[in-house]
C-alpha cells in the first residue's frame, strides 16, 4: 500500500510543465524512451539538488548527463574515479611559484556548473569525501581558505550496482547530498528498435543550449516557491517513520 501511494503522490505522470517540453525532446533525441527519467532529472536540477544514476554499463548514464548538460547551456565537468584518485585531484592544490615568490591555487575540476561523477564508487571514502562540502555548501576549503564554487552547482554520480571488486559503498553522509536516486534501465521494445536503426543522433554530438542564465536561475526561484499541501507533509512523515 506504501508503495503504491508513492507511485501515485509523488509520479502524478511525472510531468514538467509544458515550457520543458523542448527540453525534453531534445534530450530524448540521445535517450529514446526515457521521458520519465529525463523530467525528474530536470526536476532535480532545477529544485537545487543533485543526482545519482544507479544502473548497469551501457544504458546511457554518461549520455543523459551530456546532453542534459548541453541543453542547460551549462560548463561540463568530468571526473572519471578511480582507486588511486586523490581528493587533491577533485579540489584543486597549492603550488609554490617560484617566479613569483608565493603559493598558487590551481583548482581542480570540481570548479564548473555541471559536474558528471562517473563511476562514484570506485573512489576510496576518503576521495569520496572530497565532494560532501561541495555538493552541501556550494564551495571547496582548502588550507583554511574558502573558494566559492560556479552557481548553479549540479552533480551527477554514476555507478554500477552490481560490481563488487574494487568498488566502495557510498556511505549515508554521501547519499544525503544526493535529492533523487534514478535507474535509467533497458528501452523498450520501440525505443531500442529506433536505436539499431541509429537514430539516436551522434553519440558525441552536444545539442544547442535552449535556456539562458537568466532563465534557469528565475525557474529555480519557482521551484524553491513550491508549497506543500498538509495532507502530503502528513504522508512524508508517515513513510518516514514506517521506514
Do not use: W
Request: aromatic share 10%; with cysteine.
Amino acid at each position: 500500500e506504501v508503495t503504491q501511494n508513492l507511485r501515485y503522490y509523488a509520479g502524478m505522470n511525472y510531468t514538467l510543465s509544458s515550457e520543458f517540453t523542448p527540453f525534453i525532446d531534445a534530450i530524448e533525441t540521445h535517450l529514446m524512451g526515457k521521458r520519465e527519467t529525463i523530467a525528474l532529472s530536470l526536476a532535480t536540477f532545477f529544485a537545487g539538488g543533485h543526482l545519482l544514476l544507479e544502473d548497469i554499463p551501457g544504458v546511457g548514464k554518461t549520455t543523459l548527463a551530456k546532453t542534459l548538460c548541453g541543453v542547460l547551456g551549462l560548463d561540463f565537468g568530468r571526473i572519471q574515479f578511480t582507486s588511486d584518485l586523490l581528493p587533491s585531484d577533485i579540489l584543486g592544490v597549492n603550488y609554490y611559484n617560484q617566479k613569483e615568490g608565493n603559493f598558487v591555487f590551481k583548482k581542480g575540476p570540481i570548479f564548473t556548473s555541471f559536474l558528471l561523477a562517473d563511476e562514484i564508487n570506485r573512489s576510496m571514502p576518503k576521495t569520496q569525501s572530497a565532494l560532501l562540502q561541495a555538493m552541501e555548501e556550494g564551495m571547496v576549503t582548502l588550507d583554511t581558505t574558502h573558494y566559492p564554487l560556479p552557481k548553479p552547482f549540479f552533480v551527477i554520480g554514476t555507478q554500477n550496482p552490481h560490481e563488487e571488486v574494487g568498488t566502495f559503498p557510498l556511505p549515508s553522509s554521501q547519499l544525503d547530498r544526493f535529492m533523487c536516486s534514478l535507474s535509467i534501465g533497458y528501452p523498450d521494445n520501440t525505443a531500442e528498435r529506433e536505436i539499431l536503426k541509429g537514430k539516436t543522433g551522434h553519440r558525441f554530438f552536444i545539442p544547442t543550449a535552449l535556456v539562458s542564465a537568466m532563465q534557469i536561475e528565475s525557474y529555480m526561484h519557482q521551484a524553491s516557491s513550491v508549497t506543500l499541501s498538509d495532507a502530503l507533509l502528513d504522508f512524508l512523515q508517515e513513510i518516514i517513520t514506517f521506514t
